[in-house]
């Protein structure tokens, strides 16, 4: 993994720990971990990304673009998937504001990571 990559997931990391830490104060343990969840979904799109679009920096330009989308629809399809687990999986004790307030706490974390030039 990258230093870019490795930043952003630990940027979406300290987000999503930091947000699930104030609602375990603020709000109780089910809310908390619901956020988790959403973070939990956040970082692992993340990572998907990140292994299907950084293969070989080599490569011709649309190679590297095919990746990209590729990556793009992957992460999405991931999203989708582990949105749907978690509510099916977590009905009886979730809160789908936290859930997705978690999952937003890790596009904090990107936008957050891209800050950072070096």
Known sequence: MNRQVSRVISLQIFFVSLLAVILWWQAGKVVALSSLAGGAIGVISSLVYAVVANGDRHRAPQVIIK????????????????????????????????????????????????????
Request: hydrophobic share 65%.
């Open 67 to 118: 990746a990209h989308f590729a990556a793009e629809m992957l992460k999405f399809t991931a999203v989708v998937i582990m949105f749907a687990l978690a509510v099916i999986f977590l009905r009886n004790e979730l809160s789908a504001p936290a859930l997705f307030g978690g999952y937003l706490a890790t596009t904090l974390g990107y936008w957050a990571a891209l800050m950072f030039k070096n």
